[in-house]
């Protein structure tokens, strides 16, 4: 079910800004609309609708990351962007030349996707531009609120830079985080 059309990106609302919940740091948020894992309990069901949300070309999103202030990084959600991931990954571009880090929520697992890159090579190119891929199907027997930037157990924060140049998984360092950021509970997020 991905958009074919890449020069319109299918969104479930305006660009947010100032998330606290979405990544480290104030962050932006590209809320996608499509998803067909329909997760029990997703906190964003509205977003699963394909033809949902509205269609919205990408220079319109640009305008928008160039109007950005105060922010550290843009965090694509939703949905999944993996459904719209010829369009997410010429926004990632846009995003990296702005110096914005970029963290990306999937029900997709890492390996998912890889297999999925081996018949379509735009899935590892919008992987090589993510700094932290938040991947796996939100599970509500998983739940735990006590996680940082994920609500279920399964759920991994992968460092995609380290990993794709070790070829294994690497998670971003939580600990390490928690120390520069002198705080021991996660901001909530399922």
């Given at each position: 079910?991905e958009?074919?059309?890449t020069?319109?990106?299918?969104?479930?609302a305006?660009?947010?800004?100032d998330?606290?919940?979405?990544?480290?740091g104030?962050?932006?948020?590209?809320?996608t609309q499509?998803?067909s894992h329909?997760c029990?309990?997703?906190?964003?069901?509205?977003?699963?609708?394909?033809?949902?949300?509205?269609l919205?070309p990408?220079?319109?999103?640009y305008?928008?990351?160039d109007?950005l202030?105060?922010?550290?990084g843009?965090?694509?959600?939703g949905?999944?962007?993996m459904f719209?991931?010829?369009?997410?990954?010429k926004?990632a571009n846009y995003?990296?030349?702005?110096g914005l880090?970029?963290?990306v929520y999937?029900?997709?697992?890492?390996?998912?996707i890889m297999?999925?890159?081996?018949?379509?090579?735009i899935?590892l190119?919008f992987l090589?531009?993510?700094?932290?891929?938040?991947d796996?199907?939100?599970?509500?027997?998983?739940r735990?609120?006590?996680l940082?930037?994920?609500?279920?157990r399964?759920q991994?924060?992968?460092?995609i830079?380290?990993?794709?140049k070790?070829?294994?998984?690497?998670l971003?360092d939580?600990?390490?985080?928690?120390?520069?950021n002198?705080?021991t509970?996660a901001?909530?997020?399922?």
């Open positions: 079910m958009q074919n059309n020069d319109y990106i299918r969104l479930a305006d660009l947010q800004t998330s606290i919940v979405d990544g480290p104030l962050r932006a948020v590209l809320w499509g998803c329909h029990p309990g997703c906190q964003n069901a509205q977003t699963w609708d394909f033809n949902g949300g509205g919205v990408l220079d319109m999103v305008d928008a990351i109007e202030e105060y922010q550290d843009i965090t694509f959600s949905g999944d962007p719209q991931v010829e369009a997410c990954n926004i995003c990296k030349n702005k880090n970029i963290w999937t029900g997709f697992t890492f390996e998912e297999k999925l890159s081996k018949t379509k090579p899935y190119d090589s531009k993510i700094d932290v891929l938040v796996g199907r939100f599970k509500i027997e998983e735990d609120l006590s940082l930037f994920r609500g279920s399964n991994r924060l992968i460092d830079p380290k990993t794709l070790s070829g294994e998984i690497t971003f939580e600990k390490e985080y928690n120390e520069e002198r705080f509970r901001p909530i997020y399922v």
